[in-house]
């Protein structure tokens, strides 16, 4: 009955880690899937746009090139100077010629455009290509005049057309632009023409290269299919197909997936119409392609799979057969673990029948001294937590002491006293050096009382004989450390609100020492605090007090006695000493000090 009861638990538990496995891995696996093929197409949408955008710009610069040729015959003072004023191509062999080379010369060394011709509107043309010559032609006849008459100066493409040149037939393309005088009267027209081979250079070679297999079509504003210019294939309605309202946005355009009518296979299709030439430019990949690298993977991972459920298979039951036997022994060490005693249960007090037994219990002890280490560490990290807050409060409080510095400096300018400029410099220097040396962040008070004596020479040469200072600090206090910057903000507060007053203002700094405490007092000659002033003060202590993980907020202008408050119960706990007021006088006094801390 044991036995079988042991198979029971050891199968439910096979069974258990089986499934999850089985879970993950087939969650994985159609994520993958998923994923990969949106990845896929993502890409391949997105290669497809940039792709068609390229040949697309490398076109249109080879029609640009045609277009400029014939832009430049236009505006030529050459040609409109040989001629006469009605345009009358019958001139002498001279004139031609000299018309001829001006072509050739517009043209450029790159040869923009590879054959040009110049016609008037009586049928006189001028040719310029393997031989230059004059001949007669019925311009009535071809189907690109009205067209090109229609355009009044717009440029006109033709769709390819063979062209006899010579002893050979080539695919062409013909830009047409009227010629017009300098009276705005059409009186001729100018034709460039581009051997297709070389217009659609790039897209031929691109189609050859391409990687995944890109199909690309140019269609004109007539629907007429300019590229291909050569198919027996039965190429589908692409301009009608384009005008569907489904598709998938992308980078401004649109890629649509469509059903090839001849193949009934998926393609995916983006177009880019052109406002130069008013062609379309269409790039066309099957999904197949787009998805044959991922079918690849799709066989790969399927072995995987197979793979890892074999291996899932083996590692569930091994680890059921780990876990089945010692649950019993483990319950009562784990029903006595507590943070009080991590580390110092012993394995060895508890009687051990087998190895896997004895593995697990090893385990379970490392696992016990790694929560012990755990606990330690924290606790390690909550005391360097302390410091970081007293370091970002210090830190917070930098900004203002150089503005102030700043502002003596711009008012001893101001009077022309260079020399006490260069004095104040030297203060400020040695002043910034010791705020932002974030490194040290607990210091003696005396050098805290080092700083705060260039700060008040700063403030005595702003002032002069308007401010007088007393520094009164017992030797036997010197060497006592204290947060960084904790002295200087009470200084700097009886500065601040002690001259709101009527000159001379008076600030006295001095220490007090009993036997059970000491204390450094600041005060100052001021009206003192205001009620309102005092109640806030009390509200952001005791909102501190009762939630010690409260931080004050960052503030450029300092922050003030809460900060000091906050720095000293972080540095001296409980055993600190932080006292403001008034005198019976009426002016204002703060005071910090500890009972009888020992120096750190």
């Known amino acids: ?82 001629l006469s004023y009605d345009f009358n191509l019958n001139q002498d062999r001279n004139s031609y010629k000299r018309l001829a080379d001006l072509f050739v010369m517009l043209n450029g060394t790159n040869s923009r455009a590879d054959y040009i011709y110049l016609y008037d509107l009586e049928g006189t043309c001028l040719q310029v290509d393997s031989v230059q010559k004059l001949t007669h032609i019925d311009l009535e006849s071809l189907s690109w005049y009205q067209p090109v008459l229609s355009k009044k100066g717009s440029l006109f493409l033709s769709t390819p057309y063979e062209k006899k040149i010579s002893a050979y037939t080539t695919d062409v393309i013909s830009l047409y632009r009227t010629y017009v005088n300098s009276n705005r009267k059409t009186v001729g027209i100018v034709e460039t023409v581009k051997n297709c081979k070389s217009l659609f250079n790039a897209i031929i070679r691109f189609e050859k290269k391409a990687t995944t297999p890109t199909r690309i079509y140019i269609y004109n504003e007539r629907k007429e299919l300019i590229y291909p210019y050569q198919t027996d294939l039965e190429i589908p309605d692409y301009p009608s197909v384009s005008k569907s309202n489904t598709g998938t946005s992308f980078n401004g355009t649109r890629v649509e997936q469509i059903t090839n009518p001849t193949t009934s296979q998926k393609e995916y299709l983006t177009s880019l119409p052109s406002d130069y030439t008013g062609w379309t430019y269409y790039a066309v990949q099957d999904e197949a392609d787009i998805l044959a690298p991922l079918n690849d993977l ?39 673990m507590q943070l009080s005693n991590l580390g110092l249960e ?58 102030n ?63 007088h200072y007393e520094l009164q600090i017992d030797d036997s206090l010197l060497d006592i450390t204290i947060p960084k910057l904790c002295i200087h903000p009470l200084v700097e507060n009886a500065l601040k609100y002690g001259t709101n007053c009527s000159p ?69 706990e409980h055993d600190f000493i932080f006292e403001y007021g008034n005198t019976k006088e009426g002016h204002a006094f703060t005071a910090i000090g500890a009972f009888c801390r020992k120096e750190k």
């Open 405 to 467: 510095s700043l502002s003596s400096i711009m008012i001893l300018a101001e009077n022309g006293d260079t020399k006490s400029v260069a004095g104040m410099c030297q203060n400020l220097s040695r002043i910034m050096r010791y705020v932002t040396d974030f490194k040290t962040r607990i210091v003696s008070i005396r050098e805290e009382l080092d700083y705060i004596r260039e700060y008040l020479y700063c403030m005595k040469m702003r002032n002069q004989s308007s401010l």
């Open 1 to 82: 009955m044991f036995f079988k009861g042991h198979r029971k638990l050891q199968t439910q538990l096979y069974l258990a880690y089986l499934g999850i496995i089985l879970f993950f891995l087939g969650t994985f696996s159609m994520f993958f899937y998923v994923f990969v093929s949106g990845k896929l197409k993502d890409e391949a949408f997105e290669r497809l746009y940039n792709n068609n955008l390229t040949l697309k710009d490398s076109v249109e610069a080879n029609i640009e090139d045609m277009d400029n040729v014939s832009i430049n015959i236009n505006y030529s003072s050459i040609v409109e100077n040989t």
């Open 346 to 403: 012993s394995p060895a007090s508890y009687p051990v029948f087998s190895v896997e037994l004895k593995e697990l219990y090893d385990s379970f002890s490392e696992m016990n001294q790694k929560l012990k280490a755990s606990r330690d560490q924290l606790l390690k990290v909550q005391e360097a937590e302390l410091e970081a807050r007293s370091l970002a409060l210090q830190s917070q409080m930098s900004p203002h002491f150089y503005y």
């Open 298 to 336: 799709t066989r790969i991972l399927l072995i995987f799979v197979i793979i890892m459920i074999l291996i899932a298979s083996i590692v569930s039951h091994y680890l059921a057969k780990r876990l089945a036997h010692p649950i019993a022994h483990l319950k009562h060490i784990i029903q006595r």
């Open 504 to 572: 001379p203002w008076r600030v006295k700094i001095y220490s007090i020492i009993q036997d059970d405490f000491w204390k450094i007092c600041i005060e100052d000659t001021g009206p003192g605090f205001s009620e309102e002033a005092i109640q806030h003060l009390d509200t952001q202590i005791r909102t501190f007090a009762s939630n010690s993980s409260e931080m004050p907020k960052l503030q450029i202008n300092g922050l003030g006695l809460a900060n000091i408050y906050i720095r000293m119960s972080i540095y001296f």
